[in-house]
């Protein structure tokens, strides 16, 4: 059964930092790119940023660009994201998700984790 769990989230102040944590199971990890989308409150879902199965190719969105930075380690099978220069912009639900492939291409992800919880308020 593929399972992703994210994990780090919560509340952080304008400027702060948080580092996002996506633990991979059931699917062999390192054949697979992975990715991050979030949703603010009352709007749709955002794609934030996108690695490849090595992690030798990332992808952002441009309001992320230079803030963001996606990471992965595929000997503990964990996605990571790190966002700094954080704004109340960036309240969300943050979920990670598995691409069919192994390097991103088209926003097609077939599995999702649950999500957690960004809240950047002073």
């Known amino acids: 059964e593929v399972q992703l769990v994210e994990s780090g989230g919560g509340l952080v102040q304008p400027g702060g930092s948080l580092r996002l944590s996506c633990a991979a199971s059931g699917f062999a990890v390192d054949d697979y790119a992975l990715t991050w989308v979030r949703q603010a409150p009352g709007k749709g879902l955002e794609w934030v940023s996108a690695i490849s199965s090595n992690g030798g190719k990332t992808y952002y969105a441009e309001s992320m660009e230079g803030r963001f930075t996606i990471s992965r380690d595929n000997a503990r099978n964990t996605l990571y994201l790190q966002m700094n220069s954080l704004t109340s912009e960036d309240t969300a639900v943050y979920y990670c998700?598995?691409?069919?492939?192994?390097?991103?291409?088209?926003?097609?992800?077939?599995?999702w984790g649950q999500g957690t919880q960004v809240a950047v308020s002073s």
């Open positions: 998700a598995k691409i069919p492939t192994s390097d991103f291409s088209v926003y097609e992800f077939d599995y």
